[in-house]
């Protein structure tokens, strides 16, 4: 384990900061114009593939976010006509979601202009850095899978 002293920490420290800032930034500027916010594609994202309808908690898991915040964000994009909840014929105490027409449109549109930033990106780095960038990344998604707290 690296020491608080560690040089090479620290380095990491503050690229990684300084790639969290930088992606946020790119996330606001892009908001105008997206339909949906990342928060609200991550939550949806999961029924572009569904073949039946999800619950609500299964949802949420796969967001990353608790099921009070689901279910709070899920009331907008009710509203917004993006999303429709039914009550499960099995159990009343469940919802199953669906996303309506409109609803899977937004969640095609916004994975198409992440997909398009993201090539973007891509075409900025020399061939060798392409290769290190999709490395490390992928090591990087494993670690943090793995890290407690």
Do not use: I, N, W
């Not at 996330?27 to 594609?41: F, I, N």
């Not at 993201?118 to 670690?143: G, H, I, K, M, Y």
Request: charged share 30%; net charge neutral.
């Amino acid at each position: 384990m690296p020491t608080a002293t560690d040089p090479q920490l620290h380095a990491f420290l503050a690229a990684f900061d300084d790639f969290v800032r930088a992606a946020k930034r790119a996330r606001v500027r892009a908001a105008p114009d997206d339909t949906l916010t990342l928060a609200q594609y991550d939550l949806l994202a999961p029924l572009r593939h569904a073949g039946d309808a999800l619950g609500l908690r299964e949802l949420a898991r796969a967001a990353g976010v608790s099921a009070p915040t689901a279910t709070r964000m899920l009331d907008g994009l009710q509203v917004r006509g993006l999303v429709t909840r039914e009550r499960c014929t099995d159990d009343r105490r469940a919802v199953r979601l669906e996303l309506t027409d409109a609803g899977r449109e937004a969640v095609a549109d916004f994975h198409e202009r992440q997909a398009e930033r993201r090539r973007a990106l891509f075409a900025q780095l020399e061939p060798d850095e392409r290769r290190a960038a999709a490395r490390v990344l992928s090591r990087l998604a494993e670690a943090y899978e793995g890290v407690q707290g």
